[in-house]
């Protein structure tokens, strides 16, 4: 899946220290885990992905929000990308019990 991190891509690296790339990494991971929506989604608009990332060497949690969400404005890809960090413990249990 094609993500666009444009607006966000600063925000995951300032705020997590985790890269775009490896974001996209873990959102691609065949034994990725989704929630969907996403749990903590206020609209509905949102999925949570738990995935590996390779390059983090680390299971990562990544928000994605709809292509829909904006009518006036599509993603450069199938998502946006919002959010993603180290997954915390439930999340990495979530991605243990996809494998």
């Not at 873990?26 to 608009?45: F, M, Y």
């Not at 390779?54 to 890809?77: F, K, M, Q």
């Amino acid at each position: 899946m094609q993500v666009d991190w444009g607006k966000r891509a600063d925000y995951i690296g300032e705020r997590h220290g985790i890269s775009a790339a490896w974001a996209d990494q873990a959102a691609n991971d065949r034994h990725a885990g989704r929630q969907v929506p996403d749990p903590a989604s206020r609209s509905g608009l949102s999925v949570r992905v738990i995935g590996y990332s390779p390059s983090a060497r680390a299971v990562l949690t990544v928000i994605l929000v709809s292509a829909d969400a904006d009518p006036d404005e599509r993603p450069d890809g199938d998502w946006w990308g919002s959010n993603a960090w180290i997954a915390n413990q439930q999340d990495q249990d979530l991605y243990s019990e996809e494998q």
